[in-house]
């Protein structure tokens, strides 16, 4: 996993649908290991596949059509990536190519989901997402804009989010440099609440 | 400053906030189980990185273990056992607490944690699960999580997180005979959206949810995240305390003062406030592919996405009641417990499931709501009614166990989802409350409650 790549460009691919769960985008069936890797092939399995076993590929499914085929960003309804926790369904659409998801709303999870892998998960209004379909799309996360030929829009992000994305940071490492203010906590919290910190019992 | 019950949770597990705004959160318990934990733990021991405090961290196996009676590390997943054996030896491996296959403590995630006092009141509890909220019902802060920030709480006992915003949602009245928890939070999520809880911790309160016993607040808190807020919470009382109290892992009492200020202040307020009059509430099916396409019993179809429609071959305007169903499924971390079991067995006692339903199977929460329904006969009444009596776990909520209904079965399901596939390739789900599964069984057709309840009484 790196950085959010810089610069970003894209053809944009449209699944404009609502509440598409991480059930559909990685289904329990396609996780066959402990693992990360290996999650692509059952990408969007139920919609992508006439027949999931045999792995024959329904030409209907954006991602599975001609200019959509390389697509690195993705458009979509609200909800995006509700359901199930599972972060396989971020490693899978990692693992595909996606590095940008730009959608009406997301999952809370998935969204963190995306941000710890590098993904970077972009809110916009309705229109402004269906306005964006099958252009090439160039995102800049420093200035926090989407451009196509035809317009461009500003974007929010959290100041957090942005700079692990940037820089490819991993949070553990990140929260590990504060160390010290965490076991002060956790020094001052022991005697008011014993009941927190529990004996080992394995 | 009148606080709610989410910031005084928060505020005092707070260490630093950054200039960015976000919080660094301590967290006081992490339970993992063998689908997704396995992941966290692996990488965890890839990157050389250690647990700070393992004995504030659980595990069980829950999710892709076997349900028939007579189980071992066998599943029906091609791979399944994988997950079981490295979940073991990573937990061995860390020095964390595992309620194994067959130990008798073990259940779901969400059910158990409340069965041993590994959740409290004013704690925060994380697991990487989105059902988590459930445990919001006992007051404590517990929401769902992915893999690498389960990591990060084992690794840190903290997390990096954006502070949420607050609603609170009030239940006023009193809830009609034959009406759940379940038919509660389905018709909040029918009524305000899938997407309607968004960046929000929320409270539920009011008159109806603190006439909720434990287990139905349970029920109640477990489709939070389906409403796609952070977790749900409810403010502990005399019940909460009561049900805590003595469990294996809680304290000894519950005379620290400091307890009885788990509330919300008068005064303070929430970013968004909702108020439902509980005496409306019928009892509620879904009818589509997303948790807010759910409507009362004795509707009709409304018109929605064609895709729902298609995938659930259910036109618009279609009577919910007599649409003839192939399955039966009681059990999940929505409604599973031994009320739930006790209402849907009350129904069931001396009937019979309709030859039409092809699988009906009762799925325990926990072993030890397992041996309390057999304790009191529940197991024969729901084998003399046709249904298949199972060892505790996740099960066939979403087909993770390997093992499937019939193809192309339309389920009645006490679960959280009926989404696409949820519980199989093509198997189209209602989810509905436990009484509703039974009722509807026994007519082999999406039935109402009420009716086979008030012939019992």
Same mark, same amino acid.
């Given at each position: 996993m790196t950085a959010f790549p810089q610069p970003f460009s894209s053809i944009a691919a449209p699944l404009m649908r609502d509440?598409v769960d991480t059930d559909t985008i990685i289904p329990?069936?396609e996780m066959r290991s402990?693992g990360r890797d290996g999650l692509a092939d059952g990408l969007f399995a139920p919609w992508r596949y006439v027949e999931a076993d045999a792995r024959e590929e329904n030409p209907e499914f954006v991602l599975n059509q001609p200019p959509y085929r390389d697509a690195k960003l993705l458009l979509t309804g609200a909800?995006f990536g509700?359901?199930?926790?599972r972060e396989h369904a971020v490693w899978a659409l990692a693992e595909w190519g996606i590095r940008t998801i730009i959608a009406e709303?997301f999952a809370?999870?998935f969204r963190?989901n995306c941000v710890r892998n590098f993904i970077l998960p972009i809110t916009l209004?309705r229109?402004l997402v269906e306005d964006l379909a099958g252009a090439e799309v160039a995102i800049d996360l420093c200035d926090q804009t989407i451009s196509c030929a035809r317009t461009s829009y500003?974007f929010?992000i959290?100041?957090?989010a942005k700079?692990m994305l940037l820089h490819g940071?991993?949070?553990?490492?990140?929260?590990?440099?504060?160390?010290?203010?965490?076991?002060?906590?956790?020094?001052?919290?022991?005697?008011?609440?014993?009941?927190?910190?529990?004996?080992?019992?394995? | +400053?009148?606080?709610?019950?989410?910031?005084?949770?928060?505020?005092?597990?707070?260490?630093?906030?950054?200039?960015?705004?976000?919080?660094?959160?301590? *967290?006081?318990? =992490?339970?993992?189980?063998?689908?997704?934990?396995?992941?966290?733990?692996?990488?965890?021991? &890839?990157?050389?990185?250690?647990?700070?405090?393992?004995?504030?961290?659980?595990?069980? +196996?829950?999710?892709?273990?076997?349900?028939? *009676?007579?189980?071992?590390?066998?599943?029906?997943?091609?791979?399944?056992?994988?997950?079981?054996?490295? #979940?073991?030896?990573?937990?061995?491996?860390?020095?964390?607490?595992?309620?194994?296959?067959?130990?008798?403590?073990?259940?779901?995630?969400?059910?158990?944690?409340?069965?041993?006092?590994?959740?409290?009141?004013?704690?925060?509890?994380?697991?990487?699960?989105?059902?988590?909220?459930?445990?919001?019902?006992?007051?404590?802060?517990?929401?769902?999580?992915?893999?690498?920030?389960?990591?990060?709480?084992?690794? #840190?006992?903290?997390?990096?997180?954006?502070?949420?915003?607050? +609603?609170?949602?009030?239940?006023?009245?009193?809830? !009609?005979?034959? =009406?759940?928890?379940?038919?509660?939070?389905?018709?909040?999520?029918?009524?305000?959206?899938?997407?309607?809880?968004?960046?929000? =911790?929320?409270?539920?309160?009011?008159?109806?949810?603190?006439?909720?016993?434990?287990?139905?607040?349970?029920?109640?808190?477990?489709?939070?995240? &389906?409403?796609?807020? +952070?977790?749900?919470?409810?403010?502990?009382?005399?019940?909460?305390?009561?049900?805590?109290?003595?469990?294996?892992?809680?304290?000894?009492?519950?005379?620290?003062?400091?307890?009885? &200020?788990?509330?919300?202040?008068?005064?303070?307020?929430?970013?968004?406030?909702?108020?439902?009059?509980?005496?409306?509430?019928?009892?509620?099916? !879904?009818?589509?592919?997303?948790?807010?396409?759910?409507?009362?019993?004795?509707?009709?179809?409304?018109?929605?996405?064609?895709r729902?429609?298609?995938?659930?071959?259910?036109?618009?305007?279609?009577?919910?009641?007599? *649409?003839?169903?192939?399955?039966?499924?009681?059990?999940?971390?929505?409604?599973?417990?031994? !009320?739930?079991?006790?209402?849907?067995? @009350?129904?069931?006692?001396?009937?019979?499931?309709?030859?039409?339903?092809?699988?009906?199977?009762?799925?325990?929460? @926990?072993?030890?709501?397992?041996?309390?329904?057999?304790?009191?006969?529940?197991?024969?009444?729901?084998?003399?009614?046709?249904?298949?009596?199972?060892?505790?776990?996740?099960?066939?909520?979403? $087909?993770?166990?390997?093992?499937?209904?019939? &193809?192309? /079965?339309?389920? *009645?399901? /006490?679960?959280?989802?009926?989404?696409e596939?949820?519980?199989?390739?093509?198997?189209?789900?209602?989810?509905?409350?436990?009484?509703?599964?039974?009722? /509807?069984?026994?007519?082999?057709?999406?039935?109402?409650?009420?009716? $086979?309840?008030?012939?019992?009484?």
């Amino acid at each position: 996993m790196t950085a959010f790549p810089q610069p970003f460009s894209s053809i944009a691919a449209p699944l404009m649908r609502d509440n598409v769960d991480t059930d559909t985008i990685i289904p329990s069936r396609e996780m066959r290991s402990t693992g990360r890797d290996g999650l692509a092939d059952g990408l969007f399995a139920p919609w992508r596949y006439v027949e999931a076993d045999a792995r024959e590929e329904n030409p209907e499914f954006v991602l599975n059509q001609p200019p959509y085929r390389d697509a690195k960003l993705l458009l979509t309804g609200a909800n995006f990536g509700c359901g199930s926790s599972r972060e396989h369904a971020v490693w899978a659409l990692a693992e595909w190519g996606i590095r940008t998801i730009i959608a009406e709303s997301f999952a809370p999870i998935f969204r963190n989901n995306c941000v710890r892998n590098f993904i970077l998960p972009i809110t916009l209004r309705r229109p402004l997402v269906e306005d964006l379909a099958g252009a090439e799309v160039a995102i800049d996360l420093c200035d926090q804009t989407i451009s196509c030929a035809r317009t461009s829009y500003p974007f929010e992000i959290d100041a957090e989010a942005k700079q692990m994305l940037l820089h490819g940071l991993d949070a553990i490492n990140l929260t590990l440099k504060q160390s010290d203010a965490i076991h002060d906590w956790l020094a001052a919290d022991r005697p008011s609440r014993p009941w927190v910190y529990l004996e080992h019992t394995q | +400053m009148a606080q709610t019950l989410f910031d005084k949770i928060w505020n005092q597990h707070t260490v630093a906030v950054s200039d960015g705004g976000s919080a660094l959160i301590t *967290i006081d318990r =992490v339970f993992l189980h063998e689908r997704t934990g396995a992941a966290a733990l692996k990488r965890m021991a &890839e990157m050389g990185r250690a647990v700070l405090d393992p004995a504030r961290v659980f595990a069980v +196996m829950d999710h892709i273990v076997d349900t028939r *009676i007579g189980r071992g590390d066998d599943t029906l997943m091609p791979g399944g056992s994988g997950f079981i054996t490295e #979940t073991r030896a990573a937990c061995r491996e860390a020095g964390i607490r595992l309620f194994d296959v067959n130990d008798r403590d073990q259940g779901i995630v969400h059910i158990i944690s409340g069965e041993q006092g590994i959740v409290l009141p004013g704690l925060t509890l994380v697991a990487p699960d989105s059902h988590t909220c459930t445990q919001g019902a006992f007051g404590a802060l517990a929401w769902g999580i992915g893999s690498s920030e389960a990591e990060h709480a084992m690794v #840190t006992s903290t997390l990096r997180l954006e502070r949420p915003k607050t +609603m609170r949602v009030r239940f006023e009245g009193e809830l !009609s005979f034959g =009406v759940t928890a379940k038919d509660m939070i389905l018709t909040l999520i029918a009524q305000h959206g899938a997407g309607g809880g968004a960046g929000h =911790v929320v409270e539920f309160a009011g008159e109806a949810v603190k006439a909720l016993d434990m287990e139905a607040r349970m029920t109640l808190c477990n489709m939070a995240t &389906e409403f796609s807020a +952070m977790t749900g919470i409810i403010a502990p009382d005399a019940k909460t305390f009561e049900y805590v109290s003595g469990r294996p892992l809680a304290p000894a009492d519950f005379d620290d003062p400091a307890w009885a &200020e788990l509330v919300s202040d008068a005064g303070a307020s929430f970013d968004r406030e909702i108020t439902i009059d509980a005496s409306q509430i019928a009892p509620m099916v !879904s009818w589509g592919t997303s948790p807010e396409q759910a409507i009362a019993i004795d509707g009709k179809v409304p018109g929605g996405p064609a895709r729902a429609h298609e995938y659930m071959d259910l036109p618009a305007g279609q009577t919910l009641e007599g *649409i003839a169903l192939d399955a039966a499924f009681i059990g999940s971390c929505t409604n599973s417990r031994i !009320s739930d079991l006790r209402r849907a067995a @009350s129904i069931l006692h001396g009937q019979h499931i309709a030859p039409s339903i092809k699988k009906a199977l009762v799925v325990p929460g @926990s072993l030890a709501v397992k041996r309390q329904a057999e304790t009191e006969g529940l197991d024969k009444v729901f084998e003399a009614a046709g249904f298949e009596w199972r060892m505790s776990g996740c099960s066939l909520c979403f $087909y993770a166990g390997g093992e499937g209904f019939p &193809e192309g /079965s339309r389920t *009645i399901s /006490s679960t959280n989802r009926n989404f696409e596939g949820r519980q199989g390739p093509g198997i189209r789900t209602h989810i509905a409350s436990p009484e509703t599964v039974a009722a /509807s069984a026994i007519a082999g057709a999406i039935a109402d409650p009420r009716a $086979y309840a008030k012939e019992k009484a």
